[in-house]
T-cell receptor
Framework: KQEVTQIPAALSVPEGENLVLNCSFTDSAIYNLQWFRQDPGKGLTSLLLIQSSQREQTSGRLNASLDKSSGRSTLYIAASQPGDSATYLC????????????FGSGTQLTVLP | SAVISQKPSRDICQRGTSLTIQCQVDSQVTMMFWYRQQPGQSLTLIATANQGSEATYESGFVIDKFPISRPNLTFSTLTVSNMSPEDSSIYLCSGMSPYTDTQYFGPGTRLTVL
């Protein structure tokens, strides 16, 4: 059974810092990995999706990497801003017709002005 | 990207009653899912909504408690039946794009059972 772990559970940084969020998964047989952002009381916003054959994806100040063999992904946020404060969730999709997502427990990020 | 809406956005219900949550997607998606997010926790998959047939439930979730319908490619409902306070959660609808494999989520329905 796939298990997804995110470290740290919470992170507080001053504005302008670069930071890295970590995600690890136990079964390397994945179809893809997706990073989401969740604001308090809201749904999830998709940030980046990395296919199993890819090593990284970039969108603006965000860069996500994937090392499937070691079961790890990182989300790098450059020049953090208070508006980046949210919970960041990592999710992996298993191959096959079902293709459900398995979520990590998230990292709660606070960027201090 | 797909835009997903849910109704109601929140509700407060009495124990023993049922609530039906509606989910509408603005474009066709290949797969639709229902998730539950209990307070302070991450998302747990309840079931995959299949068009025109019975949903596929995950371990720990049953059709009698969470009946799901998906009459067409863009609409689905989840009913939470015979509710108890333990059912108080955020329920999220999700759809997967057939073009990008990206999964999109609705804003969620915050349910409180008294």
């Amino acid at each position: 059974k796939q298990e997804v772990t995110q470290i740290p559970a919470a992170l507080s940084v001053p504005e302008g810092e670069n930071l890295v969020l970590n995600c690890s998964f136990t079964d390397s047989a994945i179809y893809n990995l997706q990073w989401f952002r969740q604001d308090p009381g809201k749904g999830l916003t998709s940030l980046l999706l990395i296919q199993s054959s890819q090593r990284e994806q970039t969108s603006g100040r965000l860069n996500a990497s994937l090392d499937k063999s070691s079961g790890r992904s990182t989300l790098y946020i450059a020049a953090s801003q208070p508006g980046d404060s949210a919970t960041y969730l990592c999710a992996v999709r298993r191959p096959g017709s079902a293709r459900q997502l398995t979520f990590g427990s998230g990292t709660q990020l606070t960027v201090l002005p | 990207s797909a835009v997903i809406s849910q109704k109601p956005s929140r509700d407060i219900c009495q124990r023993g009653t049922s609530l039906t949550i509606q989910c509408q997607v603005d474009s066709q998606v290949t797969m639709m899912f229902w998730y539950r997010q209990q307070p302070g926790q991450s998302l747990t998959l309840i079931a995959t909504a299949n068009q025109g047939s019975e949903a596929t439930y995950e371990s720990g979730f049953v059709i009698d408690k969470f009946p799901i319908s998906r009459p067409n490619l863009t609409f689905s409902t989840l009913t939470v039946s015979n509710m108890s306070p333990e059912d108080s959660s955020i329920y999220l609808c999700s759809g997967m794009s057939p073009y990008t494999d990206t999964q999109y989520f609705g804003p969620g329905t915050r349910l409180t059972v008294l």
